[in-house]
């Protein structure tokens, strides 16, 4: 019996020690953790929807702490296990860039509840709140009178211009919008409109600012109701609605056309670069041989058709008959998996065409 309870105190004992070690070890570990990225600088984003989400992601993952805010108690929080998801998919295509892992990621996300202490300390605001004038009108006229001097504060807007909601902002030179192709942490595109109260300085460092960040900015030279993309996205499907409607062709066949025929080659070079590789002599010689013909088909598109009546139930129909709304978030999650391989294929591409350029 002695023998026994000996032998149960060392085996206590031992589980008192072994305990005792791994929680140093744990200790250990979360240190190293900690101190294997030293942030680059601290910024805000207002607003923790799926823009919101993504744009936390693209500043942490390229080393910078971001003070997460929404206007909603508790919602900030509420995203993290959704954010560091993400940043785990991330990590498996090679794509967390200054980040080595979603853990890394998650360190640099700190969910805020007040507005004053998110934006304390940092070097950029990124708003991501709804798409309306009045309301961003609103948060723009509180974000300016708290941010700090010398801080741009950019808004995600995908439409509207930015002279629409920050005329009243006292210091409305360092606003502009700043218009992601969502997902950002996915399409490095950026848009970016500023207003003409917009200081130009503040467009350079916005830009080399993206850049820094991973994004591949443009710059839209002046206003435009829904910028650049959203303009050309619109006319191919305007297009490709009235064709639907007017009988030359399936909803299915038209997506054929996009994704195996125009799409395979705008996915790496645009269009004034692919007519430029379509004629002998370039783009010159194509405007020669093809003006004609497209300022014909030009005025045939020209006349404006609404998305209603007949063609939507076809389109819709069509869409519905080879997926049902329900497995919409499963086809989601494949689109996205399919652009983290096409991004990872495209940066491999890029750094050895770079390599041997040099």
């Known amino acids: 019996r002695n023998l026994r309870e000996k032998g149960c105190q060392c085996l206590a004992l031992s589980y008192y020690f072994f305990q005792l070690f791994m929680n140093m070890e744990m200790q250990v570990e979360r240190k190293e953790s900690k101190s294997s990225i030293a942030p680059k600088g601290k910024v805000a984003v207002i607003g923790s929807g799926l823009v919101g989400k993504s744009w936390a992601i693209v500043f942490a993952r390229a080393g910078y702490e971001v003070n997460l805010f929404d206007a909603i108690p508790g919602f900030a929080e509420k995203s993290l296990p959704a954010i560091e998801a993400i940043a785990t998919e991330l990590h498996k295509f090679g794509l967390l860039r200054v980040a080595r892992s979603a853990s890394d990621v998650m360190k640099l996300i700190h969910p805020v509840d ?6 304390s300390g940092v070097q950029w605001v990124q708003e991501c709140t709804p798409e309306n004038v009045e309301s961003k009108r609103k948060v ?3 974000l300016d009178a708290i941010a700090a001097s010398g801080v741009i504060v950019a808004s995600s807007s995908s439409a509207i211009p930015p002279s629409a909601f920050i005329g009243d902002c006292a210091s409305k030179h360092r606003c502009l919008v700043v218009h992601p192709v969502n997902p950002p942490h996915l399409i490095p595109l950026v848009e970016i409109v500023p207003a003409p109260s917009t200081d130009s300085d503040v467009v350079t460092r916005s830009r080399a600012f993206m850049e820094e960040v991973g994004q591949k ?5 002046k206003e435009i109701d829904s910028f650049i993309l959203n303009r050309l996205q619109g006319a191919v499907l305007n297009e490709a609605f009235k064709l ?3 009988g030359y062709i399936s909803p299915q066949d038209l997506d ?5 025929g125009l799409g395979l080659r705008w996915s790496f070079m645009g269009p004034f670069e692919t007519i430029d590789l379509n004629a002998p002599g370039g783009v010159k010689d194509y405007i020669e041989r093809y003006s004609p013909s ?6 045939q598109q020209a006349v404006a058709k609404k998305w209603e009546g007949n063609v939507v139930d076809e389109v819709v129909d069509a869409r519905r008959g080879i997926m049902p ?7 989601s999650q494949w689109r996205d998996h399919r652009l983290m391989e096409l991004i990872s294929q495209k940066n491999r591409l890029d750094a050895a065409e770079s390599k041997g350029a040099q």
């Open 325 to 331: 709304v329900d497995d919409l978030p499963k086809r």
């Open 114 to 119: 007040d507005l004053k202490a998110a934006l």
């Open 244 to 246: 639907v409607q007017e």
């Open 217 to 221: 900015p443009i710059v839209v030279k």
């Open 256 to 260: 054929t056309t996009m994704k195996d």
């Open 294 to 299: 497209m300022y014909n088909l030009a005025q």
């Open 140 to 142: 723009f006229q509180e």
